[in-house]
């Protein structure tokens, strides 16, 4: 295959990745051209924590909670009314989302945490009981993007910090949250998927196969702990306005315009649409569901 042939692939894979799996976002100008579109988000909450108090009690944990949609899980979470515990790489922007969660009244406790280690995982977790007695939710949404490539040019680093990152840590996630909940009669757990996880898509081999590992590992689980009382689901979201989404834009040379008409809901979902959808999945509203995928794409996998 000629270089140029090389090229043309992997840029219409980087197309696909948005166009089927982009789990990635635009500029929040953009974002906000979506008033031609059918479905409007509803705007999140700029007011004092305890909005309803519908989590009032519960103890909360969010990895990958510093920026997109773990942080935007997180204001939510601690504005109705739980105590949550945040962890991520990024050690200034984890103190920052703590910081400006604790503005507006709510419990938040920032740890600096590499979801690829399991003993920083255990120990954020171990810190979660200890500080607040009980862990009754895990949103596992730690994950990573990659460069676009054909299967036999991805770099084996890039490969293995991908599993790493996305596969093993909600795999620990999980290991050490399960006893846990299990010991206290039941939680849940929801694991961040994509919309990658429902196909296969051109140049993007390590990142597809991370989340289709995710929907398995969420089945197995709810298998093995629905007895327990502890449910456990993910959801799949399609393209978010978030920094990862942004910087995805940038790289291949898209733009919102092209890309939104393609979608089934001709525009970005926002992340406080993805908290939302977290907190209905781990709410007593739906206590019926274990072991299933949530698809919030707008549409896309219809």
């Known amino acids: 295959m000629s270089t140029e042939d090389s090229e043309l692939r992997i840029n219409e894979g980087r197309r696909n990745i948005v166009l089927g799996a982009g789990a990635v976002g635009v500029t929040l100008a953009a974002t906000t051209q979506a008033r031609a579109n059918a479905l409007k988000p509803r705007e999140a909450s700029e007011g004092d924590a305890q909005t309803d108090g519908r989590f009032a ?17 997180a204001e939510a979470f601690a504005m109705h009314g739980a105590k949550v515990m945040i962890c991520a790489r990024r050690d200034d922007l984890g103190k920052q989302v703590e910081a400006a969660i604790r503005s507006r009244g709510g419990n938040a406790t920032w740890i600096k945490t590499d979801v690829r280690d399991p003993d920083q995982v255990k120990a954020f977790l171990g810190a979660t009981t200890q500080r607040h007695g009980r862990l009754d939710i895990l949103f596992n949404n730690a994950g990573i993007f990659m460069t676009p490539a054909l299967l036999q040019d991805i770099p084996l680093d890039n490969y293995r910090d991908m599993i790493a990152t996305n596969v093993d840590g909600v795999f620990y996630g999980m290991k050490f949250a399960l006893p846990i909940m299990t ?47 502890v449910r456990v689901v993910s959801i799949s979201p399609l393209a978010v306005d978030t920094p990862m989404l942004r910087e995805s834009f940038k790289f291949q040379g898209l733009t919102y315009e092209q890309m939104a008409p393609n979608f089934t809901t ?37």
Do not use: C, W
């Open 57 to 73: 009690g519960k103890v909360v944990a969010v990895t990958g909670g510093n920026s997109g949609i773990g942080k935007a899980t």
């Open 266 to 302: 001709p525009r970005i979902m926002t992340p406080h649409e993805m908290a939302e959808a977290v907190m209905f999945l781990a709410s007593d509203a739906a206590t019926s569901l274990n072991g299933m995928d949530l698809d919030v794409t707008g549409g896309q996998l219809a």
């Open 183 to 229: 010991s206290q009669g039941g939680g849940v757990i929801v694991n961040m998927a994509s919309v990658a996880a429902h196909g296969g898509f051109a140049n993007t081999a390590h990142y597809n196969a991370s989340k289709h590992a995710v929907i398995g590992l969420t089945k197995a689980a709810a298998k093995d702990s629905a007895k327990q009382n």
